[in-house]
């Protein structure tokens, strides 16, 4: 059997039921003498195109091939929407079908593509507040405040908290994880793990790194949550509903895969796993192999960018501390200085570099929270996006597997007729009929899965630019502030320096 990927004939969600019930999009409109004139007749399976030993070959006059790889199919047809391709001989009678399939389905819109030009609106909101350390030693841990401020019908009350530990965020994503991902839901990773970070709490070391840890796990989980809450399918689950709202949660466990580098490692296992198919995809949709690559240059672009926004940050720190002990200096040589007016002039200089280092610290705070954490987010989530891509292709596999073993089971079939065999006949038409209905699932649920993660990244795509352009005109505007600020304390301590005698 051939290993090659039928691309899936996706049409228009609101017609999906319809081509379910089993109609033939190039023969369904076809009347009886047509069919004879064309060598095409109906089959049991319908939609799968698989056809029992004993029917007519429709392959005989014209050959469909769903492909993008081939070189003549830019001398073919190229549809706007799903990728599909139809290679046939020149002149062959189904053409004509070909035609009449494209003008009818490919100009149309799908529904979620018009949804998604529509803004969401989703009447919740959900802070993450209040970290406190509960219990003592290593054995400590931070709970979180949950507020929810909702109008949705879903909930049971308006206004609710409940307190949260790190461990139950990591519990919800892999719930989630596990019942969206392989349908082609991009679910937002948590934040990561920091063993050191939270063994400075849990030791008790109360120092500004403590707390700028707490600060950027607390602003991380809380941009977690309310992505999650943004996503109409994720917003549905019960254990989001849950999370948010249950006064007690079960304790999560086997958190430890999805920290940090486990959670990257695995994705890395994932992609791995696909590539070691027994079949290779030959991906047959170019917007996927595209979209893939963008995607993965994007990955890389955000984790250079991000390791400079990094060095930026820790330059700025390092600023601020060598402008405190320049203040500090000038301080003290003012005190000492008998020139008045230079003495003045001098202490007046200190106080200026106290305020400017504390503008530095101030501005490396907001180029770490507004920026370096926004790419640190993206990060992981082209890491989830990456994920959806690699459960498309194991759905492929599923349906090459349940193909050939479809397969094999007809070739048993007809080598049992051979050998005039009817004893065993009977159990071999049994086992084609069970079967093709998986072939034919199988084949809906590629198809399904890669509708969805159309409509997933293009959603994705849309939540990025809005987030980087929200958060880049922030960062611009307290950029601008703390450059007027720094003139502003420049032009007061002009006069003292113009006043020196």
């Not at 319809?18 to 009886?32: N, R």
């Not at 079939?413 to 159990?427: G, T, V, Y």
Request: proline share 4%; glycine share 4%.
């Amino acid at each position: 059997m051939a290993a090659e990927l039928r691309s899936p004939l996706i049409l228009d969600p609101e017609s999906e039921g319809d081509s379910a019930e089993g109609e033939d999009i190039f023969t369904g409109s076809t009347s009886p003498s047509e069919m004879d004139s064309t060598k095409i007749s109906g089959n049991s399976s319908k939609t799968n195109g698989i056809h029992s030993d004993d029917e007519q070959d429709i392959f005989a006059e014209a050959t469909v091939e769903l492909s993008l790889d081939s070189p003549q199919n830019d001398n073919q047809t190229k549809p706007s929407t799903a990728g599909l391709t139809v290679t046939v001989p020149p002149g062959s009678a189904i053409q004509s079908q070909t035609k009449v399939y494209q003008e009818l389905y490919l100009p149309r819109k799908f529904k979620w593509m018009v949804e998604l030009e529509e803004e969401d609106q989703f009447d919740v909101n959900v802070t993450v507040t209040e970290p406190e350390k509960v219990g003592d030693g290593m054995a400590a841990y931070m709970a979180y405040k949950v507020s929810t401020l909702t109008s949705l019908s879903i909930f049971k009350r308006k206004d609710f908290s409940v307190k949260r530990r790190f461990s139950d965020f990591l519990g919800l994503y892999d719930r989630l994880s596990e019942k969206h991902s392989q349908n082609g839901f991009i679910v937002p990773p948590p934040p990561e793990k920091s063993l050191i970070g939270m063994t400075k709490v849990k030791v008790g070391k109360e120092d500004s790194s403590s707390a700028e840890f707490l600060e950027r796990r607390r602003a991380a989980l809380e941009r977690y949550l309310q992505r999650i809450i943004k996503h109409p399918t994720l917003l549905q689950d019960p254990d989001v509903r849950e999370f948010l709202e249950k006064d007690e949660l079960p304790r999560a466990v086997n958190t430890q895969a999805l920290s940090g580098a486990s959670l990257l490692r695995m994705v890395n296992k994932a992609a791995d796993a696909v590539s070691k198919m027994t079949i290779k995809m030959n991906e047959s949709d170019i917007w996927f192999e595209e979209k893939f690559q963008e995607i993965e240059n994007e990955d890389q672009q955000l984790r250079k960018l991000h390791a400079v926004v990094e060095t930026l940050v820790n330059h700025r720190k390092e600023l601020a501390m060598n402008t405190a002990i320049f203040a500090k200096s000038a301080a003290m040589l003012g005190s000492s200085e008998d020139h008045t007016a230079l003495s003045r002039a001098l202490s007046q200089l200190a106080e200026v570099e106290e305020k400017i280092e504390q503008l530095y610290h101030e501005q490396a705070n907001n180029d770490f929270f507004l920026f370096a954490e926004l790419l640190s987010d993206y990060i992981r989530l082209i890491s989830a996006v990456r994920g959806v891509f690699d459960q498309r292709m194991k759905a492929w596999q599923r349906w090459q597997d349940a193909q050939t073993t479809l397969q094999k089971k007809r070739e048993n079939e007809a080598r049992l007729i051979w050998a005039n065999k009817p004893d065993k006949l009977q159990q071999a038409k049994d086992e084609i009929s069970e079967w093709e209905p998986k072939v034919l699932q199988c084949e809906r649920d590629f198809e399904r899965i890669s509708v969805t993660i159309r409509k997933e990244v293009a959603r994705f795509e849309k939540e990025q630019i809005k987030d980087f352009k929200s958060r880049i005109i922030v960062y611009l505007e307290t950029l601008q502030n703390s450059q007027q600020q720094l003139i502003k304390y420049w032009e007061a301590f002009l006069p003292e320096a113009k006043a020196i005698a």
